[in-house]
């Protein structure tokens, strides 16, 4: 019988895992929707980006406050799980505190752990009071109305709740271990939870017991529903910041990639030896065009899929776009977030045709992103600039410029008189290209 | 001000069998934007100062491509950069200064992948360098303790990390260098990037120019100092519509320079 809760804790511990997983093959799955990429080059510095940016937060102290008080919630949250790595072996082989041998070393890491967790909880709390009380502009801004406004108080309040009962749990284990309960040997340190002890001070051994109990298994079940949270929520950043700083464009921010497709057809056609009518040698001939730029999620490539989904929505790039600050209906955060959408939307309907996608009538243009969006960018890359993990929003933006521009010729009235005037006299207004030079002798 | 300019095309150095330290490439708003036809004479003024042999395109150079690839029009750029790069590669041009941003931003970064491979610099690099290499001296006195603030073109700073260049020309002024508080990475763009400045706004709350040129009046300068033509006539026009163009000038750089150094 007493074997029951170690199946319980498996079977627990098996199902979170495993639904977790299911969920990873879809986002994979839908990351891969994307054209590729050759990302491969300079691990070197992907590596140091990597440790800097996502590990090491460098981005993030760029804005003090919010920065320093993310820093206490994300030191807390990767420390505090080397907890969750006890809680499992116990769970599953029904020890308790089965690290503790570890003797000093144990009462300093569960000391560090609680202090953590008060650091944790002032984090949560500044936030919710940015988020609900002071309103920050970036947090109210109508990109987040409904769903990702609640996802982000849902994500606070559960890790408040986590928190609190993983203190609780501290301190009624101390109590226990002060009152000489069986199996609650002393181990530890409780700098945090001994002050919370005394709240027990009248109850019952079995009561106490009971507490510690129950918050050690609401503890570890809260941390698989949160787990299995994240696939659904803004919050995957704590996963997918590392492969997304990784992958992330290493080349001088304004250089924007030169489309190889295009390069094929502007040879041929400055080639004067070349037959325009000649069909290619080695032709596919169900061979279906290369679509010039981007229309729908299919036509981005892998790691501006794998940034929407690193979005976490804290609408710095927004908050520093000209655009936007100007009242223009660009928001990059909201490029991201559409991104993420339609690539959702696109995955069930693939779930729902068997592993094939059907044609829905709808793109990421126009249905998500309206071409006013689009047109209002300055290409200024204060977005990427912003972006506390590298993402890109405004490669979204040009590659479905270059969609409206060349696939549809949808570009405003007033560009298309400049690319005219470029065509036809090599500069953006219309002067001759002969009188380049007059600036010379004009006074 | 009144001496002749020397302005030797690239066709006529090839005909006396010379080849010149570096091209100057104006680009369309040097070429033809009155306002910034002057900073390009600025410009040419202080390089025949320090005795650079340079020598420009003239009527053979055309649009880098630059406003037709940020409006999404990949092929009208590829075309653009690949006769450019023609006509480069034909006089083996080898180093490249530019006073426009974005003409030093597409030649620099985006003309390799084509085909087209230079050292690129932007015009307060090379002024910096002529400075340091004691080709050209400036005298501040004329600008001694103005009050300058510098603005940071979105494609020199952001997109090419360059930050120090001009302001270290500036600070050379001797003039109280101040800065806006959104500067250097976090500066705020002027409003004509990505072929902004070929269209109107979207319909928004305020101009993006006239936002910035708040940002910049607030702190009461004489100068607005800007490496940019196109920054330049977006800022000039904010400043206009606050009705401050009378004590406050928005001036490149070089200009500066030019005119500390009476030229």
Redesign the interface.
């Known amino acids: 019988m007493s074997y029951l809760d170690n199946i319980f804790f498996a079977v627990i511990l098996a199902l979170g895992i495993g639904y977790f997983a299911m969920n990873v093959r879809k986002l994979i799955r839908n990351i891969r929707l994307g054209r590729d990429i050759d990302r491969s080059d300079n691990p070197g510095e992907r590596w140091t980006n990597m440790a800097m940016i996502a590990l090491g937060q460098k981005k993030m102290v760029k804005r003090p406050i919010s920065g320093i008080l993310h820093i206490f919630v994300y030191v807390g949250f990767v420390v505090i799980n080397i907890e969750v790595l006890e809680i499992i072996i116990d769970g599953l082989f029904g020890t308790h505190r089965i690290l503790s041998f570890l003797g000093g070393f144990y009462d300093f890491l569960i000391a560090f752990f609680e202090i953590l967790a008060v650091l944790v909880l002032v984090g949560v709390i500044a936030f919710l009071i940015r988020r609900n009380i002071i309103k920050i502009k970036r947090f109210i801004h109508s990109d987040l109305k409904g769903w990702p406004k609640s996802d982000a108080n849902y994500i606070l309040y559960m890790e408040i709740v986590l928190m609190a009962l993983f203190l609780t749990m501290n301190a009624a284990d101390y109590q226990l271990q002060f009152r000489g309960f069986p199996h609650y040997d002393q181990a530890g340190s409780f700098p945090v939870s001994s002050l919370i002890a005394p709240l027990f001070d009248g109850m019952s051994d079995n009561a106490v017991w009971v507490i510690e109990r129950a918050c050690w298994w609401l503890h570890i079940v809260g941390i698989l529903i949160f787990l299995n949270y994240l696939y659904f929520s803004k919050h995957l950043h704590i996963l997918l910041a590392f492969p997304n700083t990784y992958y992330a464009n290493l080349n001088p921010k304004g250089k924007f990639n030169n489309l190889d497709s295009v390069t094929a057809e502007v040879k041929l056609m400055m080639d004067p030896s070349a037959d325009p009518f000649a069909a290619p040698a080695n032709a596919d001939p169900n061979a279906v065009p290369e679509k010039f730029g981007a229309q729908d999620i299919q036509d981005l490539n892998w790691v501006q899929l794998l940034n929407a989904y690193t979005c976490t929505e804290c609408g710095r790039c927004t908050s520093a776009c000209p655009a936007n600050i100007t009242g223009k209906k660009l928001s990059p955060r909201k490029i991201m977030m559409d991104t993420r959408d339609r690539m959702e939307e696109v995955g069930k309907n693939i779930e729902a045709n068997k592993g094939v996608f059907i044609p829905d009538n709808k793109t990421l243009l126009n249905d998500y992103i309206t071409p006013e969006e689009l047109w209002a960018c300055t290409s200024c890359n204060a977005c990427v600039e912003e972006c506390p993990v590298n993402i890109d929003p405004l490669s979204i933006i040009m590659d479905m410029r270059r969609f409206l521009v060349m696939e549809q010729s949808a570009a405003p009235q007033s560009l298309n008189a400049m690319m005219t005037n470029v065509e036809n006299n090599a500069a953006p207004w219309p002067y001759n290209q002969q009188d380049r030079l007059n600036w010379k002798n004009d006074n | 001000m009144t001496n002749e300019?020397k302005?030797p095309?690239m066709a006529e150095m090839m005909a006396e069998g010379k080849s010149p330290e570096v091209l100057f490439w104006?680009g369309?708003s040097?070429?033809?934007?009155d306002r910034a036809?002057r900073i390009?004479?600025a410009f040419v003024r202080l390089l025949n100062q320090a005795g650079v042999e340079f020598a420009?395109?003239?009527?053979e150079?055309?649009?880098t491509?630059d406003?037709?690839?940020?409006?999404?029009?990949?092929?009208?750029f590829?075309?653009?950069a690949?006769?450019n790069i023609e006509v480069l590669n034909a006089y083996d041009v080898r180093k490249i200064v530019t006073a426009c941003p974005h003409c030093f931003?597409t030649i620099k970064?985006?003309y390799p992948?084509?085909g087209g491979s230079y050292e690129v610099v932007h015009h307060t690099q090379f002024l910096k360098s002529l400075l340091d290499d004691g080709r050209l001296t400036i005298e501040g006195g004329s600008f001694k303790g103005k009050k300058i603030v510098f603005h940071d073109p979105?494609?020199l700073g952001?997109?090419?990390?360059i930050y120090e260049a001009p302001r270290d020309l500036i600070q050379k002024l001797d003039a109280e260098l101040v800065e806006m508080k959104r500067s250097r990475?976090?500066?705020?763009?002027c409003?004509?990037?990505?072929?902004?400045?070929?269209?109107?706004?979207?319909?928004?709350?305020?101009?993006?120019n006239i936002?910035?040129a708040e940002e910049a009046l607030d702190l009461e300068p004489k100068i607005i100092a800007a490496a940019c033509p196109f920054c330049n006539t977006m800022l000039t026009d904010g400043v206009k519509s606050k009705n401050r163009e009378g004590d406050v000038k928005v001036m490149d750089v070089a200009e500066l320079i030019a005119n500390a150094n009476d030229l």
């Open positions: 300019l302005v095309t104006v369309c040097g070429s033809f934007d036809k390009t004479k420009v395109l003239g009527t150079e055309s649009c491509g406003p037709a690839k940020r409006a999404g029009n990949e092929f009208l590829q075309m653009q690949m006769m931003n970064n985006e992948g084509l979105c494609y952001r997109a090419n990390n990475a976090n500066g705020l763009c409003g004509a990037g990505g072929a902004q400045m070929f269209k109107d706004a979207e319909p928004g709350t305020k101009e993006i936002e910035r």
